[in-house]
C-alpha cells in the first residue's frame, strides 16, 4: 500500500507565477481533503471532496485557489497567481467510506511551497 | 462552532510519562482521535476512542476520554526521545471531517 502521495514534495516560486499541486489518494478511499499548515494558524482544512464532489470549500481563502478532483485517483490544488503569504505546507488526506465506523484520514507527506 | 484546544508545548525527560490534554467542544462527536506529526512528515493516527469509552490503552498508549467535561488526554509511558514530534487531538465533525487542535509540541530529553 502506497499510502497517500502527493508532489511535488517542495516548491520554490515567485510571487505572480501559479502553483499546482498533486495528490493521488489511498486506492478505495472516496474521501478527499486539502489542508494548509502554518505556525501561526495551524491546520486549516482548505476543501474536502466526496466521491470526487467537492462539498465543502468554505476554508479556501480566496478566488486565487483552486481544486478539482477529474477522478477517484487524482485531484489538484492551484494557487493563481501566488503571493508570499501562500507559502506554507499543504497536505493532502484521504478517507474510506465511514458507516458506523471511524472517519480516520491518512496524510500524504505534504508540499512545502515557498513564494518569493 | 467547533474548537479543540491544545496546551502548545510540553517538555519531559527521556523515561518520564507524557501526558498531552485536550478539550473539544462538539458532545455529539463519535470517535476522537490522536495523531502525531514527527518533523517533516505528514500527520500520522497514533490512536482513537469511540466516545462511549472511558479509557483505551494501546501499549505505551493510555486515552483516557471524560466525556462530562470534554476532556481527552493521551498519556505516553517510559517516554523516549523518538516520541518528540507535534500531537494533534481530532473530533470528528460529521460528513467525514475531523476537526484538529494546533497540536501540542513534545520534546523529551535524554
Known amino acids: 500500500d502506497a499510502g497517500v502521495i502527493q508532489s511535488p514534495r517542495h516548491e520554490v516560486t515567485e510571487m505572480g507565477q501559479e502553483v499546482t499541486l498533486r495528490c493521488k489518494p489511498i486506492s478505495g478511499h472516496n474521501s478527499l481533503f486539502w489542508y494548509r499548515q502554518t505556525m501561526m494558524r495551524g491546520l486549516e482544512l482548505l476543501i474536502y471532496?466526496?466521491?470526487?464532489?467537492?462539498?465543502?470549500d468554505s476554508g479556501m481563502p480566496e478566488d486565487r485557489f483552486s481544486a478539482k478532483m477529474p477522478n477517484a485517483s487524482f485531484s489538484t490544488l492551484k494557487i493563481q497567481p501566488s503571493e508570499p503569504r501562500d507559502s506554507a505546507v499543504y497536505f493532502c488526506a484521504s478517507s474510506a467510506p465511514s458507516s458506523g465506523s471511524t472517519d480516520t484520514q491518512y496524510f500524504g507527506p505534504g508540499t512545502r511551497l515557498t513564494v518569493l | 462552532g467547533e474548537d479543540v484546544e491544545q496546551s502548545l508545548f510540553l517538555s519531559v525527560r527521556e523515561g518520564d510519562s507524557s501526558v498531552i490534554n485536550c478539550t473539544y467542544t462538539d458532545s455529539s462527536s463519535t470517535y476522537l482521535y490522536w495523531y502525531k506529526q514527527e518533523p517533516g512528515a505528514g500527520l500520522q493516527l497514533l490512536t482513537y476512542i469511540f466516545s462511549n469509552m472511558d479509557m483505551k490503552q494501546d501499549q505505551r498508549l493510555t486515552v483516557l476520554l471524560n466525556k462530562k467535561d470534554k476532556h481527552l488526554s493521551l498519556r505516553i509511558a517510559d517516554t523516549q526521545t523518538g516520541d518528540s514530534a507535534i500531537y494533534f487531538c481530532a473530533e470528528d465533525s460529521g460528513y467525514s471531517t475531523l476537526t484538529f487542535g494546533k497540536g501540542t509540541m513534545l520534546l523529551v530529553s535524554p
Open positions: 471532496f466526496n466521491n470526487n464532489v467537492p462539498i465543502d
